[in-house]
């Protein structure tokens, strides 16, 4: 009796094993691949610096005419009063905003010429002190200074003049009309011992 159920039972497996290695299996597709790459995403354009500073703007210097083998410096000086300014301004510049450096016991000479029609000016080298004076008064270096120096010469007039750089130091290039530098109507000069040429150095505003 035992026999015939083993008998059975290992009939019935042989039968469904012989059933479930028949049956067939429907594949998986694969997933379909494009007939063309996909196109590669553009590269991001890089960032404009916002930080780098923008070109500097070369001065016009252009009135400084310096000769190293005479050892002299040459400059044409005017002085123009543009609508609405509170002063007069010497090439273009007030309150110091321009400084002609000279080597020490340069010649200096000046071609100076008033443009302005309203007013009568001059030019002095002074000194600087803790406080701009009033008015001009005597010159640094002999011969500094134009014609007239605190009555001024009127508009059209102009004035020549040379001389020696023989002390270091900073200085007042200045209108000696009364209150003409008080007002703004200045730029400066200094005398260096360091210094191999006459050039102009400008202030950042």
């Given at each position: 009796m035992q026999y015939s159920i083993r008998f059975s039972l290992l009939s019935a497996g042989l039968i469904g094993g012989f059933a479930c290695s028949g049956r067939s299996q429907t594949p998986v597709p694969a997933p379909p691949t494009s007939a063309e790459p996909a196109a590669?995403?553009?590269?991001?354009s890089p960032a404009a610096d916002v930080t780098s500073p923008a070109p500097a703007v070369k001065a016009d210097t252009s009135w400084l005419k310096s000769d190293s083998a005479a050892s002299t410096v040459t400059l044409a000086l005017g002085v123009t009063r543009p609508a609405g300014s509170s002063s007069a301004l010497i090439n273009g510049y007030r309150?110091?905003?321009?400084?002609?450096?000279?080597?020490?016991?340069?010649?200096?000479k000046w071609e100076w010429r008033n443009e302005d029609p309203s007013a009568s000016h001059s030019l002095v080298v002074m000194n600087q002190r803790e406080k701009l004076p009033l008015e001009g008064g005597r010159a640094a270096f002999s011969n500094a200074m134009s014609r007239s120096v605190t009555a001024g010469l009127p508009s059209g007039q102009t004035d020549e003049t040379?001389?020696?750089a023989e002390e270091?130091?900073?200085?007042?290039?200045?209108?000696?009309?009364?209150?003409?530098?008080?007002?703004?109507?200045?730029?400066?000069?200094?005398?260096?011992?360091?210094?191999?040429?006459?050039?102009?150095?400008?202030?950042?505003?």
């Open positions: 590669a995403e553009p590269a991001a309150l110091g905003a321009a400084r002609v450096v000279v080597p020490l016991r340069w010649t200096v040379t001389f020696e270091t130091g900073f200085y007042w290039l200045m209108c000696g009309v009364p209150s003409h530098a008080l007002n703004g109507e200045w730029i400066e000069l200094q005398v260096s011992s360091d210094a191999g040429t006459a050039r102009v150095q400008l202030k950042r505003p």
